[in-house]
T-cell receptor
Framework: TQLLEQSPQFLSIQEGENLTVYCNSS?????LQWYRQEPGEGPVLLVT???GGEVKKLKRLTFQFGDARKDSSLHITAAQPGDTGLYLC?????????WGAGTKLIIKP | GAGVSQSPRYKVAKRGQDVALRCDPI?????LFWYQQALGQGPEFLTY????????KSGLPSDRFFAERPEGSVSTLKIQRTQQEDSAVYLC?????????????FGNGTRLTVT
């Protein structure tokens, strides 16, 4: 079974702190997508990483794809209450999109 | 509309009833996916269409679940003889081509509650 392990499952921190969310697998992916989902809405794409070792930045969010394209991380600097949500990673392999179980992030003001 | 539209937004069904969930993808999008999502969890794949062809239905949990996309645009997910374990949010997503590397555009889902 192909799995994409996402950690932590839940994270509650104070505004201004930094955090990192991880997605790990034993499988190699052709690309990896990160989504953010708010209650009552569908997931919204944040970024797609394609090349091993690739780093992409989106304001205070930094995404990295592992050199071997088996893992990825999302780092948030100086978290804001507006960053609260469910963060999902999804890896593309062959004809499938493999989803992590999500990290529920709460940023307290 | 500009995005993926799903209806109804909420559906309450008594156990044993049949339900039909509708998805209007972004116009021109080739690929359409149905997912099931439990509260606070990631989406679980149900089925995939490329235009009107259902290329993968390996995620459908039982033969009570049926999906169609007859003209390659609107899709319907039908659940027959609903059970309590079918209660979940059903998400539809579309993408512009047939590559799994392409980003998915999700609707806001249909929340199904089976009582």
């Amino acid at each position: 079974t192909q799995l994409l392990e996402q950690s932590p499952q839940f994270l509650s921190i104070q505004e201004g702190e930094n955090l990192t969310v991880y997605c790990n697998s034993s499988s190699v992916f052709s690309s990896l997508q990160w989504y953010r989902q708010e209650p009552g809405e569908g997931p919204v794409l944040l970024v797609t990483v394609v090349t091993g070792g690739e780093v992409k930045k989106l304001k205070r969010l930094t995404f990295q794809f592992g050199d071997a394209r088996k893992d990825s991380s999302l780092h948030i600097t100086a978290a804001q209450p507006g960053d609260t949500g469910l963060y999902l990673c999804a890896g593309a392999k062959n004809y499938q999109l493999i989803w992590g179980a999500g990290t529920k992030l709460i940023i307290k003001p | 509309g500009a995005g993926v539209s799903q209806s109804p937004r909420y559906k309450v069904a008594k156990r044993g009833q049949d339900v039909a969930l509708r998805c209007d993808p972004i116009s021109g999008h080739v690929s359409l996916f149905w997912y099931q999502q439990a509260l606070g969890q990631g989406p679980e794949f149900l089925t995939y269409f490329q235009n009107e062809a259902q290329l993968d239905k390996s995620g459908l949990p039982s033969d009570r679940f049926f999906a169609e996309r007859p003209e390659g645009s609107v899709s319907t997910l039908k659940i027959q003889r609903t059970q309590q374990e079918d209660s979940a949010v059903y998400l539809c997503a579309s993408s512009s081509d047939d590559s799994y590397n392409s980003p998915l555009h999700f609707g806001n889902g249909t929340r199904l509650t089976v009582t």
